[in-house]
T-cell receptor, first 114, second 116 residues
Framework: NAGVTQTPKFQVLKTGQSMTLQCAQDMNHNSMYWYRQDPGMGLRLIYYSASEGTTDKGEVPNGYNVSRLNKREFSLRLESAAPSQTSVYFC?????????????FGPGTRLTVT | AQTVTQSQPEMSVQEAETVTLSCTYDTSESDYYLFWYKQPPSRQMILVIRQEAYKQQNATENRFSVNFQKAAKSFSLKISDSQLGDAAMYFCAYRSEAWDGNQFYFGTGTSLTVIP
């Protein structure tokens, strides 16, 4: 049981390059999330997927796109990377419903855009 | 939208002593859930403790306990007998009962240093 996995762990891009961050969970969770973490700003939600087949914008969606490929996988794409997108990116998943379901996080991807 | 505030960017504690991290939140909901997450230098986010708002009893997990004051919208984390391994960034999080997809709100974190 791997939980939430993310690839890659580290990436350096040049301005204007594109890349896709991959995320997969094996806990059969309905909901998946992408966050970015910047110093002093905590975790900010980029996009989320409440269930397979749906995606919605979070607090900071500009410059990103997502795909919920199936129930397990939720990818984040940067079409034209900018230095402002230098950050640590976390994927998370959770169950939904009226219980104290917490989020489970992947190990993060440190992205540097030069 | 709900907001979560952690007013202490940095805290320090002597090994074996007790430290309390503060968290306040703003909400109009009556049912919700609160969490403390720990993020060590490895970056992995680890759940420390959870609290259901409808429960009056404060949650406890070994050396970690919370002081949940619903009326004051306060949710502090107490770490007793601090250990070197407790050094990390700690995030307070709020989970809304209402499902609009974006259920989770995080504070900006408190960096805890444990002094040997």
């Amino acid at each position: 049981n791997a939980g939430v996995t993310q690839t890659p762990k580290f990436q350096v891009l040049k301005t204007g390059q594109s890349m896709t961050l991959q995320c997969a969970q094996d806990m059969n969770h309905n909901s998946m999330y992408w966050y970015r973490q910047d110093p002093g700003m905590g975790l900010r939600l980029i996009y989320y997927s409440a269930s397979e087949g749906t995606t919605d914008k979070g607090e900071v969606p500009n410059g990103y796109n997502v795909s919920r490929l199936n129930k397990r996988e939720f990818s984040l794409r940067l079409e034209s990377a900018a230095p402002s997108q230098t950050s640590v990116y976390f994927c998370a998943s959770s169950e939904t419903g009226t219980h104290a379901y917490e989020q489970y996080f992947g190990p993060g991807t440190r992205l540097t855009v030069t | 939208a709900q907001t979560v505030t952690q007013s202490q960017p940095e805290m320090s504690v002597q090994e074996a002593e007790t430290v309390t991290l503060s968290c306040t939140y703003d909400t109009s909901e009556s049912d919700y859930y609160l969490f403390w997450y720990k993020q060590p230098p490895s970056r992995q986010m680890i759940l420390v403790i959870r609290q259901e708002a409808y429960k009056q009893q404060n949650a406890t997990e070994n050396r970690f306990s919370v002081n949940f004051q619903k009326a004051a919208k306060s949710f502090s984390l107490k770490i007793s007998d601090s250990q070197l391994g407790d050094a990390a960034m700690y995030f307070c999080a709020y989970r809304s009962e209402a499902w609009d997809g974006n259920q989770f709100y995080f504070g900006t974190g408190t960096s805890l240093t444990v002094i040997p």
